[in-house]
């Protein structure tokens, strides 16, 4: 079974913060993808990588940064949270191809006071 | 430039009866491939169905169906006899072949009623 895994389920953070949000994934998929969902919204991707220390911006990079230093694990930093990154994050994996369907993670609930 | 629409932000059906919920996606690529996913209240992801743009049967998965007009660029699904499990939203989404990323609609909440 494929599984993805995000650190924490539930974050609580100051404005101006530094935060860190991790993912591992055990299926060697060379994809990884960051996402944040808000009502009404959908999913918004934020960044993506396709190999190692490789990323790609999204449609909403601003206000984050991503580090993929191994391919199973994919950071999103949030170099200076503030009140409007207050959102659930999910981060997912796939296959390279696009006949492949990704696989998701719980999600981090994130709030930013 | 939105690549994914979803127009139904909810929608409600009766228990045992048939719904669909409608996709129109924006690409210049040949090939693509369309995907449905839903996610319940508890939050989980679960990937339903796929489609890719050279295949030329719907896809069909269980009670989930894909009726897919390439020429208008839908792809809706269909649930057929809904189940109170299924109250939950719903959202499509497309990779296409020259990018790596996928791209999500704003989703559909359906609402079962018994």
């Known amino acids: 079974d494929v599984k993805v895994t995000q650190s924490s389920r539930y974050l609580v953070k100051r404005t101006g913060e530094k935060v860190f949000l991790e993912c591992v994934q055990d299926m060697d998929h060379e994809n990884m993808f960051w996402y944040r969902q808000d009502p009404g919204l959908g999913l918004r991707l934020i960044y993506f990588?396709?190999?190692?220390?490789?990323?790609e911006k999204g449609d909403i990079p601003e206000g984050y940064s991503v580090s993929r230093e191994k391919k199973e694990r994919f950071s999103l930093i949030l170099e200076s949270a503030s009140t409007n990154q207050t959102s659930m994050y999910l981060c997912a994996s796939s296959l390279s191809e696009w006949t492949y369907e990704q696989y998701f993670g719980p999600g981090t609930r994130l709030t930013v006071t | 430039a939105q690549k994914i629409t979803q127009t139904q932000p909810g929608m409600f059906v009766q228990e045992k009866e048939a719904v669909t919920l409608d996709c129109t996606y924006d690409?210049?690529?040949?090939?693509?491939?369309l995907f449905w996913y839903k996610q319940p209240s508890s939050g989980e992801m679960i990937f339903l169905i796929y489609?890719?743009?050279?295949?030329?049967q719907n896809a069909t998965e269980g009670r989930y169906s894909l009726n897919f007009q390439k020429a208008r660029k839908s792809a809706n699904l269909v649930i057929s006899a809904s189940q109170l499990g299924d109250s939950a939203m719903y959202f499509c989404a497309m990779r296409e072949y020259n990018n790596n990323d996928m791209r999500f609609g704003a989703g559909t909440r359906l609402t079962v009623k018994p």
């Open positions: 690409t210049s690529d040949q090939s693509y491939g």
């Open positions: 990588s396709y190999d190692v220390k490789m990323k």
């Open positions: 489609q890719g743009s050279y295949d030329e």
